[in-house]
C-alpha cells in the first residue's frame, strides 16, 4: 500500500519532512512491460501536482508517436489555457531533439544521444523540470555513446528538488547503485509469445 | 521495443488483423512498485485513443486519492466538453462504490467487494468499456471475496472488444494462466527501505 511505513530510521540527521521531501532517482528496468507505461504514469502525477515536465525519449524512429504524447500535449495546452496541472515539454530524439538546428543529423544517433544529454545537464542546472522522464535511456548507455560516470556523478549532483526517472533494459549496475528506487519488469508471459501483433491504444 | 514482431505465428485460423485486435486480459503483480502507475499509464492509451475507459479501486481507504484520479477527472471532463479522447469513470470501493446506495456498509469490506465485482460483471455484458482497470482486485480474490473460477470464466466469456487490467500482488495463479500478458514488478531497491517516507507525486 502506498502509505506505507519505512522499515528503519536513518541517523542521517534529516528531519522526517526533508527526508520525505528528497528528489528521488527512479529506474524502471528488466525485460518485461511496463518501464515506460509505469514511467509515464508517474508524469501524470506529476503533471497533477502541477510540476514541469520534461519527456526525453531516447528512441531512434522519428515516426514513432505513442498515444502518451498526444495525451501530454493536451495536458500541457490545459496548463497554458487554464494553468490546469503542471507544464509539459516532450523531445524525441529520433525527429531530432526539438532544440537541435540539426535536423539532418539524424544518421548520427551516438552524437544526437551525446547532445540529449547535454541539453538534460544544462537543465538540471538550471532547474528546469520538476520530474524528468529519460525514455529508453538505458540503451545509449550501454552503448557508449553517453558516459555513465558523468550520468552519475551529474544526477548525484543536481540541485533543488528534481525527480529523474530512467526507462530500458539492462540498467548499468553504477546506475542502479545510484537510484535511490529500482523496479525491475519481469515478463511473465507476453501475447508477442502466442503470436499477436502489438496493437493500439496497448503497445501505444 | 513496441513494434516488435512475434516469435512465431500461431496456425489458430485468424488473420493478422484479428490476431492483433484481440482483447486482452493483463495482470500486473509482484511485490515492487509501478503495477498501478503502469495501469494508469495504460488507461492514458486507452483514453488517447477515444475508449471509454472503466476504473475500479478495490481500496479499503475512503479518503484515499492518488493523483490520477483527479488527473483523469480532468481528461474525462475533456472528453464531454470537447469530445477529445474518451470517458472515463472512476470508482473506489473505500468510499462506498458510487453507484451503490448504500453507503453505509462501508464496514463490510467483503460485501463491497462482491458488489463491485458484480457491477463489472453486468458491465462487461453490456460491453460498458473498451478498458477495465481492476486495481488491486487480486487482494480481494486472494482473501476469498470474489471467487477466481467465477473471474475467470466471466473474463473468459466477455463479448466484444473489451481490454481488462487488473493489479495487485500474489495474482493468483488461474487469474496468470487465463491472462494474455503478466508482468511481475520486482522491487529491486526502494526509498522506504533506506528510511524515506512516500512523497506527493511519486507515490500519490
Redo the contacts between chains.
Keep these: 500500500m502506498?502509505?506505507?511505513?519505512?522499515?528503519?530510521?536513518?541517523q542521517?540527521g534529516l528531519t522526517?519532512r526533508q527526508?520525505?521531501?528528497?528528489p528521488?532517482l527512479?529506474?524502471?528496468?528488466?525485460d518485461?512491460?511496463?518501464k515506460?507505461?509505469?514511467?509515464?504514469?508517474?508524469a501524470?502525477?506529476?503533471?497533477?501536482?502541477g510540476?514541469s515536465v520534461g519527456v526525453f525519449q531516447f528512441v531512434k524512429?522519428a515516426k514513432?508517436r505513442?498515444?502518451?504524447e498526444?495525451?501530454f500535449e493536451?495536458?500541457g495546452a490545459?496548463h497554458t489555457e487554464r494553468g490546469?496541472?503542471g507544464s509539459v515539454e516532450w523531445h524525441k530524439m529520433g525527429s531530432g531533439w526539438s532544440w537541435s538546428r540539426q535536423p539532418g543529423s539524424e544518421s548520427d544517433h551516438a552524437e544526437q544521444a551525446a547532445q540529449g544529454w547535454e541539453e538534460i545537464k544544462r537543465r538540471l542546472a538550471a532547474q528546469t523540470h520538476?520530474?524528468y522522464v529519460l525514455d529508453e535511456f538505458t540503451y545509449p548507455i550501454n552503448w557508449g555513446w553517453v558516459d555513465i560516470d558523468d550520468v552519475v556523478a551529474t544526477l548525484a549532483a543536481r540541485a533543488g528538488h528534481q525527480?529523474v526517472v530512467i526507462t530500458g533494459r539492462r540498467a548499468d549496475p553504477k546506475l542502479?547503485e545510484a537510484?535511490?528506487?529500482?523496479?525491475?519488469?519481469?515478463?511473465?508471459?507476453?501475447?508477442?509469445?502466442?503470436?499477436?501483433?502489438?496493437?493500439?491504444?496497448?503497445?501505444?
Design positions: 502506498p502509505q506505507g511505513q519505512p522499515e528503519s530510521i536513518p542521517d522526517t527526508r520525505r521531501n528528497r528521488l527512479m529506474v524502471h528496468t528488466g518485461g512491460k511496463g515506460s507505461t509505469a514511467a509515464f504514469g508517474l501524470l502525477r506529476g503533471w497533477n501536482q510540476w524512429n514513432w505513442i498515444g502518451e498526444t495525451a493536451t495536458l490545459l490546469t496541472g520538476g520530474l525527480h542502479i537510484a535511490d528506487l529500482v523496479t525491475e519488469m519481469t515478463k511473465i508471459k507476453h501475447p508477442m509469445d502466442a503470436g499477436q501483433k502489438g496493437q493500439r491504444g496497448i503497445e501505444w
